[in-house]
T-cell receptor, first 114, second 113 residues
Framework: AQSVSQHNHHVILSEAASLELGCNYSYGGTVNLFWYVQYPGQHLQLLLKYFSGDPLVKGIKGFEAEFIKSKFSFNLRKPSVQWSDTAEYFCAVNRISGNTPLVFGKGTRLSVIA | DAGITQSPRHKVTETGTPVTLRCHQTENHRYMYWYRQDPGHGLRLIHYSYGVKDTDKGEVSDGYSVSRSKTEDFLLTLESATSSQTSVYFC????????????FGPGTRLTVT
């Protein structure tokens, strides 16, 4: 069965610090990869996704992620965080075979302090 | 935002009572999903649907049933609610036209006392 691991449960950063959130998945086949963000009290919104092509994908709000197939990783990065980035971040994966349900990591809570 | 609504948005119910949550979409997407979100567990799939009257179980389906009689509606039923089903429930939709990207509804916060 597929699984997704997010290594950091809670990350605290100061404004303007750089961010990297780890995500590893376990599945030997071809996958789609996603990062979702959930702001306090809100529903999940898509930050970015990787289906194929350039392994460095850019998303909304200055976020990017790099797919490293050999490491089964899809880490999320942002060069300079803002207070408004305080949220919970979820990595998710599904198999490329038509539509299959997403498998989510347990999430990483990001707190950005002034 | 995708046209997804969930009702009710908040509900408090007693142990042993049946509860039905509704997800309604206006996007005509083929696939619909129910997840539950709990601290420390992320989102876990309860059931999903790949068409009208076509459903399948997810990771945490025990104690839940679903029905989809129309493309736009996907119902989640707790036959006899238990305190362990206190959670936030999210509906999601996807379709091949959107590369199967999942769009999420606003969520339903359910408390079972």
């Amino acid at each position: 069965a597929q699984s997704v691991s997010q290594h950091n449960h809670h990350v605290i950063l100061s404004e303007a610090a750089s961010l990297e959130l780890g995500c590893n998945y376990s599945y030997g086949g071809t996958v789609n990869l996603f990062w979702y963000v959930q702001y306090p009290g809100q529903h999940l919104q898509l930050l970015l996704k990787y289906f194929s092509g350039d392994p460095l994908v850019k998303g909304i709000k200055g976020f990017e992620a790099e797919f490293i197939k050999s490491k089964f990783s899809f880490n999320l990065r942002k060069p300079s965080v803002q207070w408004s980035d305080t949220a919970e971040y979820f990595c998710a994966v599904n198999r490329i075979s038509g539509n299959t349900p997403l498998v989510f990591g347990k999430g990483t809570r990001l707190s950005v302090i002034a | 935002d995708a046209g997804i609504t969930q009702s009710p948005r908040h509900k408090v119910t007693e142990t042993g009572t049946p509860v039905t949550l509704r997800c309604h979409q206006t996007e005509n997407h083929r696939y619909m999903y129910w997840y539950r979100q709990d601290p420390g567990h992320g989102l876990r799939l309860i059931h999903y649907s790949y068409g009208v009257k076509d459903t399948d179980k997810g990771e945490v389906s025990d104690g839940y049933s679903v029905s989809r009689s129309k493309t736009e509606d996907f119902l989640l039923t707790l036959e006899s609610a238990t305190s362990s089903q206190t959670s936030v429930y999210f509906c999601a939709i996807s379709d091949s036209r959107g590369d199967y990207e999942q769009y999420f509804g606003p969520g339903t916060r359910l408390t079972v006392t």
